[in-house]
Protein backbone atom coordinates (compact mmCIF):
# COMPACT_ATOMS: atom_id res chain seq x y z
CA UNK A 1 0.00 0.00 0.00
CA UNK A 2 1.25 3.38 0.05
CA UNK A 3 2.03 6.20 2.64
CA UNK A 4 -0.60 8.44 3.46
CA UNK A 5 1.35 11.28 3.91
CA UNK A 6 3.75 11.14 1.21
CA UNK A 7 0.41 10.65 -1.22
CA UNK A 8 -0.74 14.28 0.62
CA UNK A 9 2.67 15.70 -0.05
CA UNK A 10 4.06 16.51 2.67
CA UNK A 11 7.36 16.04 4.12
CA UNK A 12 8.02 13.44 6.03
CA UNK A 13 11.53 13.66 6.66
CA UNK A 14 10.89 14.80 10.18
CA UNK A 15 15.10 15.25 11.34
CA UNK A 16 17.34 18.46 10.73
CA UNK A 17 20.25 16.01 9.45
CA UNK A 18 17.20 14.63 6.39
CA UNK A 19 17.49 18.61 5.32
CA UNK A 20 20.32 19.37 3.12
CA UNK A 21 22.56 21.47 4.20
CA UNK A 22 22.17 24.60 1.61
CA UNK A 23 18.41 24.34 1.88
CA UNK A 24 19.11 25.35 5.76
CA UNK A 25 21.40 27.87 5.10
CA UNK A 26 19.47 29.65 2.93
CA UNK A 27 16.04 29.26 4.39
CA UNK A 28 18.06 30.28 8.43
CA UNK A 29 19.36 33.18 6.83
CA UNK A 30 16.80 34.46 4.69
CA UNK A 31 17.00 38.16 5.99
CA UNK A 32 20.93 38.20 5.07
CA UNK A 33 21.10 37.34 1.52
CA UNK A 34 18.22 39.56 1.18
CA UNK A 35 20.59 42.49 2.37
CA UNK A 36 23.28 41.32 1.02
CA UNK A 37 21.22 40.92 -2.33
CA UNK A 38 20.66 44.74 -2.10
CA UNK A 39 23.62 45.94 -1.45
CA UNK A 40 25.74 44.04 -4.21
CA UNK A 41 22.52 45.13 -6.52
CA UNK A 42 23.29 48.81 -5.15
CA UNK A 43 26.65 48.60 -5.74
CA UNK A 44 26.15 47.24 -9.42
CA UNK A 45 23.86 49.74 -9.74
CA UNK A 46 26.16 52.72 -8.73
CA UNK A 47 28.84 51.08 -11.12
CA UNK A 48 26.37 51.01 -14.29
CA UNK A 49 25.88 54.41 -14.20
CA UNK A 50 29.47 55.00 -14.44
CA UNK A 51 29.68 53.10 -17.96
CA UNK A 52 30.70 55.21 -21.00
CA UNK A 53 31.07 53.41 -24.21
CA UNK A 54 33.76 54.85 -25.97
CA UNK A 55 34.06 53.46 -29.63
CA UNK A 56 36.38 56.12 -31.11
CA UNK A 57 38.68 54.36 -34.07
CA UNK A 58 41.96 54.80 -31.97
CA UNK A 59 40.24 52.67 -29.51
CA UNK A 60 39.29 49.90 -32.21
CA UNK A 61 43.08 49.16 -33.87
CA UNK A 62 46.21 48.16 -32.87
CA UNK A 63 48.23 50.95 -32.39
CA UNK A 64 51.75 49.48 -31.93
CA UNK A 65 51.29 47.66 -35.77
CA UNK A 66 53.37 49.11 -38.57
CA UNK A 67 50.80 49.95 -40.86
CA UNK A 68 48.80 51.76 -38.03
CA UNK A 69 52.10 53.39 -37.00
CA UNK A 70 52.71 54.51 -41.05
CA UNK A 71 48.90 55.38 -41.26
CA UNK A 72 48.85 57.34 -38.31
CA UNK A 73 52.19 59.19 -39.53
CA UNK A 74 50.34 60.15 -42.80
CA UNK A 75 46.78 61.13 -41.23
CA UNK A 76 46.55 64.57 -42.48
CA UNK A 77 47.54 63.88 -46.25
CA UNK A 78 44.75 61.44 -46.01
CA UNK A 79 42.00 63.65 -44.10
CA UNK A 80 40.10 64.45 -47.03
CA UNK A 81 40.04 61.01 -49.06
CA UNK A 82 36.78 59.80 -47.47
CA UNK A 83 36.61 56.51 -47.11
CA UNK A 84 38.10 54.81 -49.86
CA UNK A 85 41.61 52.13 -50.10
CA UNK A 86 44.12 53.43 -51.55
CA UNK A 87 47.44 51.75 -52.48
CA UNK A 88 50.39 53.64 -52.86
CA UNK A 89 53.14 52.35 -55.29
CA UNK A 90 56.25 53.71 -54.97
CA UNK A 91 59.81 53.58 -57.24
CA UNK A 92 62.90 52.92 -55.36
CA UNK A 93 65.39 53.59 -58.50
CA UNK A 94 64.31 55.47 -61.33
CA UNK A 95 61.23 57.42 -62.49
CA UNK A 96 57.64 56.74 -63.17
CA UNK A 97 57.80 56.83 -66.29
CA UNK A 98 58.80 52.78 -67.26
CA UNK A 99 56.85 49.60 -68.45
CA UNK A 100 57.51 47.89 -65.89
CA UNK A 101 55.77 50.83 -63.63
CA UNK A 102 53.11 51.19 -65.73
CA UNK A 103 52.14 47.81 -65.86
CA UNK A 104 52.43 47.67 -62.22
CA UNK A 105 49.41 50.19 -61.64
CA UNK A 106 47.52 48.42 -64.04
Known amino acids: ?????????????????????????LFNNRALILVAFFVLTLFLGYNAIKIQPDASFERMIPL???????????????DNLGNFVRIAVAVEEGDIFTAEYMETLK
Open 1 to 25: MSDPMHDRGEHYLTTPKAEPFLERL
Open 64 to 78: EHPYIVNMLDHRDDL
